[in-house]
């Protein structure tokens, strides 16, 4: 049975008037290597009229950003073309990679009737053979998500990317990074074979879990050790998890602002390249 490390609590961390959690870094964790970032936007509920997202025109290269829609919407937009509006239960899965400038805000029809709004954005590291890609957007609404219930509705699995419960996952990453959102309702099990080599990512945004014997509530983050293959999961209530798991990259992680490479000298030209327009030309 793989053992515990340490429990992370997110920290408050809000941006303008959104309600944001930050479970990844902070002062007690870095990175769970490959996974970099993770904020916890909401639960909210927004008035009608109101501002949206407030994620206007940036630029990233060097990792991928996987965004998890739980209440609310995300209209998408990027230098690369691509545009979507996605909602509760979709995802959004954008590799960076060489360099792009994206926008992340509320739909028109949010913007004028408000409602609940709670979003997951996780960046996840691509190894260094890979972070000069060409950028790649994928945008999917639930029903596009393979699907697994098990125990009678206790348990549902949305397959994300990798295998889960031999429903294979809705997007196949240029590395080996398998996702999932787990719901449980109240006394709902799962059991899972994780090799001890792989990190495990485990967040838990909503209610409570028992995970190999200890309990982990909403908004915290656990790190497990490289020393099992073997995870048990019980919901102590209805509750909502994020579960990743990858082998780690082990290479140099140099980030600043909204890029992400191995060398300090691959930053500098990161921002030159940006500043040189070759991330695009952002058009409203």
Known sequence: MRTIK??????????????????????????????????????????????????????????????????????????????????????????????????????????????????????????????????????????????????EGRVAIKAISGNWAGAAGAVQPLADIQLATINFLEGGTLELNITAERTIFFYVVRGRLRVNGQEVEARQLVEFNYDGDYLHVEGLSDAVLLLGHAKPFQEPIVAYGPFVMNTEKEIQEAYQDYQAGKFGRWEE
């Open 6 to 151: 340490h429990l992370h609590r997110a920290v408050s961390a809000p941006i303008a008037d959104l309600v944001t959690y930050r479970a990844l870094p902070t002062q007690s964790v870095e990175h769970l290597d490959p996974f970099l970032f993770l904020n916890h936007h909401g639960p909210q509920v927004y008035p009608a009229n109101n501002r949206g997202l407030p994620f206007g025109p940036h630029p990233h290269r060097g990792f991928e950003t996987v965004t998890f829609i739980l209440e609310g919407d995300i209209m998408h937009q990027d230098t690369g073309g691509h545009q979507s509006i996605i909602g509760p239960g979709g995802i959004q899965w954008m590799t960076a990679g060489r360099g792009l400038i994206h926008a992340e805000i509320s739909s028109p029809e949010f913007k004028k009737t408000g409602g609940p709004l709670e979003i997951l954005q996780l960046w996840v590291n691509l190894p260094a053979k890979d972070k000069m890609v060409e950028p790649r957007y994928i945008g999917l609404q639930e029903p596009e998500i393979p699907s697994v219930v098990l125990q």
